[in-house]
């Protein structure tokens, strides 16, 4: 995940200066994880993930979760690469099927590996998943990908094209219509440069009693600031819904300091509970603006102003599972974005790297940004 922001900063570029926003904020609310199913009473059930790269690579490898298994398919879950036509797989194989690499036992993620197809940038590819099983009614995989809805997981370049997913029931003859919510937001490709590619999401939830805000629980995100620019901040925003009836209103807070127990530096005014409807962003801002020097470690949580309730009546934050194979460990907004969490009100926290949740800082409107003089910077802050 990579965000860039750019902000222009000549005199008199805009009429009206308009909010900068800088975080991880997918469209959430609109978004949910669909599946595709390799178990049917014959192996005539394939699923499609397509791709295409910026950049010339050499495909290695191809990584998928796995949400159900069902018996005991063991490797006879296979990927092979196709070439594109019409917008769906075509033709014979760019490279023969691979099997899985490990017995597959459980829910989780699953490689194949030994390609060695060097891929062309802009060309439009297929990672094509098929079950090889004697018995598929009886042992099958069901493939999570993202995500079903108006919002999008990772960007589509018109129908049949980009990081789409599409489905098969007569081995490959025909394929279903792709659209916007065909969007594939879990494949993740390995290179001959140890490189890789794609979004490793597994689980998208917006209702989790573990981690849910209510009682003296906070729930949040924990980041390093980029070098060179104090941010200057002027409100914070996460996506919220509501289950029950809080006593107690929504509010952000920020603390400093990546230890266990940090320091709380400031706390938004409130939203209050009435104003949730459905899941939608929740935002709230400082009395006076928080200016946050660069390479600082922050948290900034959700919290409740009684800190009464019990989980029946509780705040819940979106948040997503992803992938955290050490070989390839998924990039995060600001490099290093973890889940943060404290069952006390603050006083301690603990953080959890498999689980980012989408965030905003909203910037300030007159000075969204200050840096040092002599530094270089030309207002241009890109964050990987």
Same mark, same amino acid.
């Given at each position: 995940?990579?965000?860039?922001?750019?902000?222009?900063?000549?005199?008199?570029?805009?009429?009206?200066?308009?909010?900068?926003?800088?975080?991880?904020?997918?469209?959430?609310?609109?978004?949910?994880?669909?599946?595709?199913?390799?178990?049917?009473?014959?192996? &005539? $059930?394939?699923?499609?993930?397509?791709?295409?790269?910026?950049?010339?690579?050499?495909?290695?490898?191809?990584?998928?979760?796995?949400?159900?298994?069902?018996?005991?398919?063991?490797? $006879?879950?296979?990927?092979?690469?196709?070439?594109?036509?019409?917008?769906?797989?075509?033709?014979?194989?760019?490279?023969?099927?691979?099997?899985?690499?490990?017995?597959?036992?459980?829910? !989780?993620?699953?490689?194949?590996? !030994?390609?060695?197809?060097?891929?062309?940038?802009?060309?439009?590819?297929?990672?094509?998943?098929?079950?090889?099983?004697?018995?598929?009614?009886? $042992?099958?995989?069901?493939?999570?990908?993202?995500?079903?809805?108006?919002?999008?997981?990772?960007?589509?370049?018109?129908?049949?094209?980009?990081?789409?997913?599409?489905?098969?029931?007569?081995?490959?003859?025909?394929?279903?219509?792709?659209?916007?919510?065909?969007?594939?937001?879990?494949?993740?490709?390995?290179?001959?440069?140890?490189?890789?590619?794609?979004?490793?999401?597994?689980?998208?939830?917006?209702?989790?009693?573990?981690?849910?805000?209510?009682?003296?629980?906070?729930?949040?995100?924990?980041?390093?600031?980029?070098?060179? /620019?104090?941010?200057?901040?002027?409100?914070?925003?996460?996506?919220?819904?509501?289950?029950?009836? /809080?006593?107690?209103?929504?509010?952000?807070?920020?603390?400093? !300091?990546?230890?266990?127990?940090?320091?709380?530096?400031?706390?938004?005014?409130?939203?209050?509970?009435?104003?949730?409807?459905?899941?939608?962003?929740?935002?709230?801002?400082?009395?006076?603006?928080?200016?946050? /020097?660069?390479?600082?470690?922050?948290?900034?949580?959700?919290?409740?102003?009684?800190?009464?309730?019990?989980?029946?009546?509780?705040?819940?934050?979106?948040?997503?599972?992803?992938?955290?194979?050490?070989?390839?460990?998924?990039?995060?907004?600001?490099?290093?974005?973890?889940?943060?969490?404290?069952?006390? !009100?603050?006083?301690?926290?603990?953080?959890?790297?498999?689980?980012?949740?989408?965030?905003?800082? &909203?910037?300030?409107?007159?000075? /969204?940004?200050?840096?040092?003089?002599?530094?270089?910077?030309?207002? &241009?802050?890109?964050? $990987?």
């Amino acid at each position: 995940m990579k965000l860039l922001l750019l902000v222009a900063i000549a005199s008199g570029l805009f009429a009206q200066r308009v909010p900068i926003v800088i975080g991880f904020t997918p469209p959430v609310p609109n978004v949910t994880m669909s599946t595709c199913n390799l178990v049917s009473a014959s192996a &005539v $059930n394939q699923c499609a993930y397509g791709f295409r790269l910026s950049v010339d690579k050499t495909l290695s490898a191809a990584r998928f979760y796995f949400s159900v298994v069902t018996a005991s398919p063991t490797t $006879n879950i296979t990927a092979s690469l196709y070439a594109s036509a019409a917008g769906a797989p075509t033709g014979s194989p760019l490279e023969a099927a691979k099997n899985v690499s490990t017995s597959i036992s459980a829910a !989780g993620w699953y490689e194949f590996t !030994g390609f060695s197809t060097a891929l062309t940038k802009s060309v439009q590819y297929w990672i094509v998943l098929k079950n090889t099983d004697g018995a598929p009614q009886t $042992n099958g995989v069901t493939i999570r990908s993202g995500g079903t809805g108006s919002g999008q997981i990772s960007a589509s370049q018109g129908t049949g094209a980009g990081w789409i997913k599409k489905a098969s029931t007569d081995t490959g003859a025909t394929w279903n219509a792709s659209t916007a919510s065909n969007i594939s937001g879990s494949m993740r490709l390995g290179f001959s440069d140890s490189s890789f590619d794609g979004l490793p999401i597994s689980t998208l939830t917006t209702v989790s009693t573990t981690n849910s805000v209510y009682s003296a629980r906070e729930i949040g995100v924990l980041f390093t600031t980029p070098a060179g /620019p104090t941010l200057n901040v002027r409100c914070l925003s996460t996506f919220a819904s509501i289950t029950g009836t /809080p006593t107690g209103d929504l509010r952000y807070r920020l603390y400093t !300091g990546a230890t266990a127990t940090p320091t709380l530096t400031a706390t938004t005014d409130v939203v209050a509970n009435g104003h949730i409807i459905g899941t939608a962003y929740g935002s709230s801002c400082f009395a006076t603006v928080q200016s946050i /020097p660069p390479g600082t470690a922050i948290r900034i949580v959700a919290s409740e102003t009684t800190q009464s309730d019990a989980n029946t009546d509780r705040y819940e934050i979106a948040q997503y599972t992803i992938d955290d194979t050490a070989a390839s460990k998924a990039l995060t907004p600001f490099g290093s974005t973890k889940l943060t969490l404290s069952t006390d !009100g603050g006083a301690n926290f603990t953080d959890t790297d498999t689980i980012i949740i989408p965030f905003g800082l &909203v910037l300030d409107q007159t000075t /969204p940004f200050t840096v040092a003089a002599g530094t270089g910077q030309t207002g &241009v802050v890109r964050v $990987n």
